[in-house]
């Protein structure tokens, strides 16, 4: 039976929204995700069953694009902080208004009960804009980016750039342009300052300071 949708279950971890990721236990709806809808993911067993079968992680922004395009359902699962199943929905229905928010380009809404910084906001839809750009979008912490871009399938290719967020008036030092240039060209990709501008439309700029050599790959 096709599918168009994957489902992920939800786990939320109240007030901070920071942490909250999704995990996809079915098997086609891992594949649909990675090969049709170029989310990424990371493998991890479960702690809590015996399935020999490692599920799918999704962090937040993987989360926020799947809901924004239509192709990821959430279902809710226990709250870490032992909280009701109200708690549960709330945080399902916050996730969602975010989602629907970042795709319309449209500010964030705050909500009391949940923490999401306003960096963490732009990576959102940093990566949202990244994905709609046709990438493969990953992680990039390893490097000390925020991001990783590849034109195909991070198991079969290198990434072609390196992606730091920064905010829009946010000041930093020449050194961190050196930094950063340093490691693009020692791992030889590509490197973008990404930023979202706060207008009537938030629109994303990206500056690039590192640049592959032509032996890349």
């Not at 970042?102 to 009960?113: I, K």
């Amino acid at each position: 039976m096709m599918i168009d949708c994957a489902k992920a279950i939800l786990v939320a971890s109240q007030p901070d929204l920071e942490v909250t990721c999704a995990f996809v236990d079915n098997a086609q709806h891992i594949e649909l995700l990675q090969k049709t809808y170029r989310i990424n993911g990371s493998f991890e067993r479960s702690k809590s069953t015996s399935s020999a079968t490692p599920r799918l992680r999704l962090a937040l922004e993987e989360i926020v694009v799947g809901i924004a395009r239509g192709f990821l359902r959430l279902e809710p699962a226990a709250i870490s902080s032992g909280g009701s199943s109200n708690h549960k929905d709330e945080g399902r229905a916050y996730i969602e208004k975010v989602a629907q928010e970042v795709a319309e380009s449209r500010g964030v809404s705050g909500d009391s009960r949940w923490t999401l910084s306003p960096q963490r906001r732009d990576q959102l839809r940093i990566f949202l804009d990244l994905w709609d750009k046709g990438y493969i979008v990953t992680f990039g912490s390893k490097f000390g980016a925020n991001f990783l871009i590849y034109k195909d399938s991070p198991k079969r290719t290198h990434a072609v750039a390196l992606i730091v967020v920064k905010r829009y008036e946010e000041e930093f030092d020449r050194v961190d342009v050196v930094s950063f240039c340093r490691v693009a060209k020692m791992v030889k990709k590509n490197f973008f300052f990404a930023c979202v501008r706060t207008n009537e439309d938030y629109e994303t700029g990206y500056e690039q300071f590192g640049e592959a050599s032509e032996e890349s790959t």
